[in-house]
T-cell receptor
Framework: AQSVTQPDIHITVSEGASLELRCNYSYGATPYLFWYVQSPGQGLQLLLKYFSGDTLVQGIKGFEAEFKRSQSSFNLRKPSVHWSDAAEYFC???????????FGKGTRLHILP | GAVVSQHPSWVICKSGTSVKIECRSLDFQATTMFWYRQFPKQSLMLMATSNEGSKATYEQGVEKDKFLINHASLTLSTLTVTSAHPEDSSFYICSTFLNTEAFFGQGTRLTVV
């Protein structure tokens, strides 16, 4: 069965600084990988996804993620964070393009002014 | 615009009563709907997968007699929390796929008092 590990529960960065959120997955075959963002009390918004092809994926709001099969990782990055990026970020994995999605525990991002 | 409409967005009910949460796909047919729950400051946990016209598949540890899922039509799936107790208070989210992309409902905040 697939699983996702987000080792960082909380991360704090200064506004304008770069960001990297870590994600490791466990799945026997090529996974379908996602990053979602959730603001307090809100639903989920898809930032980006990886199904196949180029391992560097561009998403919305200036985010990108890189799929590294050798490391079973799909880390999320942003070169310069904004105060509005403060939220909960979830990495997720699916077995197929339209199969159930399994979520990591999430990383809460705090932004210092 | 929204692809999946979830209703209600929040509900407060008395302990022992039942609550129904609806999830509708807008302008398309959703043969499969996934139901998740999210406790405060925790991740989304998959509860069950519902397929139109057949019985739902529940994840391990989820009481199927307590969380009744009905997917009687291609545009509507419902989750009924029966005999609700305070420990059922949570954020419930439905999800389905359209063109290989997952879409989530806005979520339902259930508070059992």
């Amino acid at each position: 069965a697939q699983s996702v590990t987000q080792p960082d529960i909380h991360i704090t960065v200064s506004e304008g600084a770069s960001l990297e959120l870590r994600c490791n997955y466990s799945y026997g075959a090529t996974p379908y990988l996602f990053w979602y963002v959730q603001s307090p009390g809100q639903g989920l918004q898809l930032l980006l996804k990886y199904f196949s092809g180029d391992t560097l994926v561009q998403g919305i709001k200036g985010f990108e993620a890189e799929f590294k099969r050798s490391q079973s990782s799909f880390n999320l990055r942003k070169p310069s964070v904004h105060w509005s990026d403060a939220a909960e970020y979830f990495c997720a994995v699916g077995a197929n393009r339209d199969d159930k999605i399994i979520f990591g525990k999430g990383t809460r991002l705090h932004i210092l002014p | 615009g929204a692809v999946v409409s979830q209703h209600p967005s929040w509900v407060i009910c008395k302990s022992g009563t039942s609550v129904k949460i609806e999830c509708r796909s807008l302008d398309f047919q959703a043969t499969t709907m996934f139901w998740y729950r999210q406790f405060p400051k925790q991740s989304l946990m998959l509860m069950a997968t519902s397929n139109e016209g057949s019985k739902a598949t529940y994840e391990q540890g989820v009481e199927k007699d307590k969380f009744l899922i009905n997917h009687a039509s291609l545009t509507l799936s419902t989750l009924t929390v029966t005999s609700a107790h305070p420990e059922d208070s949570s954020f419930y989210i439905c999800s389905t796929f359209l063109n290989t992309e997952a879409f989530f409902g806005q979520g339902t905040r259930l508070t059992v008092v």
